[in-house]
């Protein structure tokens, strides 16, 4: 049976980790507003992930990949291809952060841990 | 704000405190044996490795988290309860490293990225 191409099924292309909409209408401190520089890692394969750093890396030298909730292994799955796979030895992990991040409001607010791993020379 | 860390690339730690009877007990495969200050973090709900990382702080003074995998997120979620939530803010990250090891065998053998926690005072 041949492969049917469907557009209904198109993969879902989710860039950012759907933000409660509160969210966005609140003003924004420089924090949110993310320099080109880091990747946020969601629910993409892995190696899209990976081929973004890689190019960061090469155009920038520095790449911060960051992740909140479930996806933190993906995104340590990101930096260890872009390090011991991808970067062909060219580039190490400098630096991890652990935090805690309160999303949602009201009932719903709950607190999701976030990971942000520094890729550089 | 995430935390800092420096020195991420040398994560080893020797403390020899507080063998636990229950596990010297039990025959262990060589690359299993953990001290018994390390917590690997698995399916089990996460309050119950954050009370064991608890226990080992009050009694070591250092617990090492450790998860790979699927689990990584989870191992973040130990660290942050016990240093956030749990520790009365007595005990802090004090280093993350992050790994690729190799799992299984022959034509099952696969990469799996691992990571490990150090807290302490």
């Known amino acids: ?10 993969p879902e292309e989710q860039v950012t980790e ?3 909409p509160a969210e966005a209408a609140q003003p924004q401190p420089a924090q949110r507003m993310s ?13 899209s992930y990976a081929m973004s ?5 090469t155009q ?8 909140r909730g479930l996806a933190i292994s993906r995104a340590v799955d990101v930096a260890e ?9 060219q580039f190490k992990v400098k630096d991890i952060g652990i935090n805690t ?3 949602g409001e009201g009932a719903e607010m709950r607190n999701v841990s976030s990971i942000e791993i520094v890729v550089g020379k």
Do not use: Y
């Not at 049976?1 to 198109?10: E, F, G, L, V």
């Not at 750093?53 to 890396?57: G, K, N, T, V, W």
């Not at 291809?81 to 030895?89: D, E, F, P, S, Y």
């Open 101 to 103: 991040e309160v999303v």
């Open 81 to 89: 291809i872009v390090t011991k796979r991808l970067g062909n030895g």
């Open 60 to 67: 920038a030298g520095e790449v911060v990949v960051k992740a």
């Open 18 to 20: 759907a933000p409660a």
């Open 35 to 47: 320099p080109p520089n880091h990747i946020f890692v969601g629910k993409k394969p892995v190696m």
């Open 1 to 10: 049976m041949p492969k049917k191409k469907s557009d209904t099924d198109a």
């Open 53 to 57: 750093a890689l190019i960061q890396l």
